[in-house]
């Protein structure tokens, strides 16, 4: 059961454009929602966070939209760069929860 | 890698032979996790630890167990292991602070069951 629904699958962008990365959920006992970022051979790192209480959160480039009577949220990655190509995942906890649940992940490729 | 390794990193295998990866941190976490990691599955956790000898089981453990003797490591036994089983294998950590709590994910392991 895919508790978080991730789109799209895969993306190319050009350098410079902004892609961006869509999620939704259903379980609203969730409230926290991570990005992660996973380079080909790697583990997955953090990226950036959210609450739900909160409708945008920037860090550089990278910026999550948050929909809370929507259940959805988003990542955008402002002036893409060739070394943002990587695999994204959204995810979602529930307080005081250990487990995180995944989306299924976007693989990005910004090209020059 | 935040002090986390994986042990082998990679391994090819036959199918119904009993197989152990292993994950060894230097955090001192409180928390560890194995996931596997799929084309068009993203991550899904196999099991998971919040102490010494406390396990619980995650939504694909089925074929999976596991054990963990010292906080630092966290060992995952394929008992008899399948094609199915196939797949990147990751470990992670936390802190155990709550649900803003981020893991960190050791490098993988790449297993190929024939």
């Known amino acids: 059961q895919q508790q978080v629904k991730q789109s799209p699958q895969s993306l190319i962008v050009q350098k410079g454009g902004i892609p961006i990365i869509n999620c939704a959920y259903e379980n609203t006992a969730f409230d926290y929602f991570p990005w992660y970022q996973q380079f080909p051979g790697k583990g997955p790192a953090l990226l950036i966070a959210?609450?739900?209480?909160?409708s945008e959160k920037k860090e550089g480039r990278f910026t999550i939209s948050f929909n809370k009577s929507a259940k959805q949220f988003s990542l955008h990655i402002m002036d893409s760069q060739p070394g943002d190509s990587a695999t994204y995942f959204c995810a979602a906890t529930s307080g005081g929860y250990q487990k995180v649940t995944f989306g299924t992940g976007t693989k990005l490729q910004v090209i020059p | 890698d935040a002090g986390i390794t994986q042990s082998p990193r990679h391994k090819v295998t036959e199918t119904g032979t009993p197989v152990t990866l292993r994950c060894h941190q230097t955090e001192n976490h409180r928390y560890m996790y194995w996931y596997r990691q799929d084309p068009g599955h993203g991550l899904r956790l196999i099991h998971y630890s919040y102490g010494v000898k406390d396990t619980d089981k995650g939504e694909v453990s089925d074929g999976y167990s596991v054990s963990r003797s010292k906080t630092e490591d966290f060992l995952l036994t394929l008992e008899s292991a399948t094609s199915s089983q196939t797949s990147v294998y990751f470990c992670?950590?936390?802190?155990?602070?709550?649900?803003?709590?981020?893991?960190?994910f050791g490098p993988g392991t790449r297993l190929t069951v024939l």
């Open positions: 959210i609450r739900p209480d909160v």
């Open positions: 992670a950590i936390s802190r155990g602070q709550g649900g803003t709590d981020t893991q960190y």
